[in-house]
């Protein structure tokens, strides 16, 4: 994701998921150590606070949801409970996505039409 008000996120998010794969792939031959990240979508926290037009961002990715309805915190901790539990001992070097499917729906006809219909 691109945007204007993101700052250094998008590559420091880059270098997270190159850093996982490094990683996995490193320790693989040694250890049993799985590297793995739990990527949600927007979230509502005290952090994305701080970020210059997070709200309207945050709503805009709260339309695009397949849900209709913004990912939350207790959904993201659930998943990295699951990460961290034996259940998930055949995932490494992923990256888990948490985003209640706005990634394939980008173009939703209520996105590209509006509420009302129109372009």
Same mark, same amino acid.
């Given at each position: 994701?691109?945007?204007?008000?993101?700052?250094?996120?998008?590559?420091? +998010?880059?270098?997270?998921?190159?850093?996982?794969?490094?990683?996995? &792939?490193?320790?693989?031959?040694?250890?049993?150590?799985?590297?793995?990240?739990?990527?949600?979508?927007?979230? +509502?926290?005290?952090?994305?606070?701080?970020?210059?037009?997070?709200?309207?961002?945050?709503?805009?990715?709260? &339309?695009?949801?397949?849900?209709? +309805?913004?990912?939350?915190?207790?959904?993201?901790?659930?998943?990295?409970?699951?990460?961290?539990?034996?259940?998930?001992?055949?995932?490494?070097?992923?990256?888990?996505?948490?985003?209640?499917?706005?990634?394939?729906?980008?173009?939703?006809?209520?996105?590209?039409?509006?509420?009302?219909?129109?372009?």
């Amino acid at each position: 994701m691109a945007a204007e008000n993101y700052g250094y996120m998008a590559p420091v +998010k880059a270098a997270m998921d190159s850093s996982i794969c490094f990683l996995a &792939k490193s320790f693989s031959k040694f250890s049993n150590v799985r590297f793995n990240a739990v990527c949600p979508g927007l979230l +509502k926290t005290s952090a994305s606070a701080g970020i210059p037009g997070y709200v309207d961002s945050y709503l805009f990715a709260e &339309k695009a949801t397949l849900r209709k +309805k913004a990912v939350q915190t207790d959904e993201v901790a659930a998943a990295v409970a699951f990460m961290l539990s034996p259940r998930s001992s055949g995932i490494n070097s992923q990256g888990i996505v948490i985003d209640a499917g706005m990634g394939t729906n980008y173009f939703d006809d209520e996105l590209v039409h509006g509420s009302d219909g129109s372009a």
